[in-house]
């Protein structure tokens, strides 16, 4: 990326989003299972849900939004429960790859509509 001072590009912000997603991807790929579902707490996420987390928020927010407002430019954005959605998500009891293969697929939509924009 540049340094320019100024607001990131299309390009530039894309980039951004495809590193972070390796590197989310990286360090839950180089964890165990038992590490992933881990709970730091009774009512706290584990890493698994976490990373549901961030793939509901690359769907219903930041991508979602991005397409709310290139289709519909007036429309409220949608709001959502976000531990409701975490408990139906489950990702806890799911396979590791598939909660990453998720996310990965997810964010390259994002990188991708950024790109094009």
């Not at 997603?21 to 849900?49: D, F, K, N, Q």
């Not at 954005?77 to 409701?84: E, I, N, R, S």
Request: glycine fraction near 8%; hydrophobic fraction near 45%; charged fraction near 20%.
């Amino acid at each position: 990326m540049t340094n320019h001072g100024g607001p990131l590009t299309p390009a530039e912000t894309a980039a951004a989003l495809g590193a972070a997603g390796a590197a989310i991807e990286a360090e839950v790929r180089g964890l165990s299972p038992a590490v992933l579902a881990w709970h730091p707490g009774p009512s706290e996420w584990c890493l698994l849900e976490t990373l549901g987390h961030l793939i509901e928020a690359e769907t219903r927010g930041f991508a979602g939004r991005v397409r709310t407002i290139l289709e519909r430019p007036d429309s409220d954005f949608p709001v959502w429960d976000q531990a409701q959605v975490a408990r139906a998500r489950n990702d806890c009891a799911r396979p590791p790859a598939a909660v990453v293969d998720e996310f990965r697929r997810l964010r390259a939509a994002s990188v991708a509509l950024v790109a094009g924009l």
